[in-house]
């Protein structure tokens, strides 16, 4: 009896891990991953710039504000005097120039605390969780950045996850179009293009809107595309085989 309760409890916690080591590994979907970004795309570039790309049959295109900016500020508190005594490695946290968004929607089911819909106020700010808990903040904490010389205060409004294995274009600061649309900004776009289409964009913007530059991720995606399906498979090799020896000698008990 020993035997046999060992034997089923081995291949039970065997085809959980497995199963549960593959659906992590389904989840890092790379169908809809960009193979390049757009960087440095002007506002008045925009249209422009994306019917260059719906031309060449751009797919799963994403597009977004950014908005630089610094802290000054972390609930009234100067950033200066927050990173005084802490070492050089957790100071680019605080220091580093952040890129603020807007216009970009958010799961309901990604947010872990607060909320961030039509009733946030203009001020609200949506943050990444692990990066809200480097800072030291959480819902209704002030945050006050620095956008090109002129302080704008934020409220924290929720807090969410992202799953940034999908290598989708997602932002660790999301704000409001009301508070943010009229700041100095860029907009950066993604997408999926063939090699062809590639080529073709990149001549397209040379001559009409040369400042945009193109990103390839192609090789890094089809790379890591590989990788997982391999350790998908090895995986489910071992899943299997360890379960059928398991299987064997649970047999051997019995008789």
Known sequence: IVALTLGVTVIASIGLMQESLTKQIRNVSLTTA???FFVDIQPDQWVETKKLLQDNQIAHLQSAPVVMGRISKIKGVSVSEIVEDK????RWTFTREQRLSYDVPIEIETVLNGRFDETTPDN???LETRYAERLGVTVGDALTFDIQGIPIEFEVSAIRRIQWESMQMN???VGKSETLQEAPQFRLAAGQLTE???ESVQLGFAKTVPNVTVVSLRNIVERV??????IALAIQTMGAFSILMG???????LQ
């Open 34 to 36: 960009p193979t390049n």
């Open 87 to 90: 070492p050089d490695s957790e």
């Open 124 to 126: 609200g700010l949506c």
């Open 171 to 173: 932002f660790f600061l």
């Open 196 to 198: 062809d289409g590639e």
């Open 225 to 230: 595309s590989v990788i997982l399906n391999s």
């Open 247 to 253: 299987v064997i000698i649970m047999v051997s008990s």
